[in-house]
């Protein structure tokens, strides 16, 4: 069975930064791709970022040039760098990763941008 645990969320002051990790308990060469979804309340859960097997990278327009995702093939561990972070960034963040017509979803970390 396939596991992702994701860590590293909190609560942050607008324009700070947080790093969230992803670490999938399996190859993550194995999965067609990796990404970070979020959810906030009362909305439904948007991608925010992927990379996918062979190093492609796309991101929500909402996040482009404040977030960055990357991996660490050793680790098996896919990050999310959020810089400049908003308060409409306060979600639920899911690391969620494909394997052919099969998805897999970690249990979440809640990240809270407030003054």
């Known amino acids: 069975q396939v596991q992702l645990v994701e860590s590293g969320g909190g609560s942050v002051q607008p324009g700070g930064s947080l790093k969230l990790s992803c670490r999938v308990s399996d190859n993550i060469f194995n999965f067609n791709s990796i990404s970070w979804y979020r959810k906030a309340p009362g909305e439904e859960r948007d991608l925010v970022a992927a990379i996918n097997v062979g190093g492609s990278i796309r991101y929500a327009e909402s996040v482009k040039g404040r977030f960055a995702i990357s991996r660490d093939n050793g680790r098996n561990t896919v990050y999310l760098q959020m810089n400049s972070l908003k308060p409409e960034d306060t979600a639920v963040y899911y690391c969620?990763?494909?394997?052919?017509?099969?998805?897999?979803w970690g249990q979440g970390t809640q990240v809270t941008v407030s003054s």
């Open positions: 969620h990763a494909r394997m052919g017509l099969i998805g897999y």
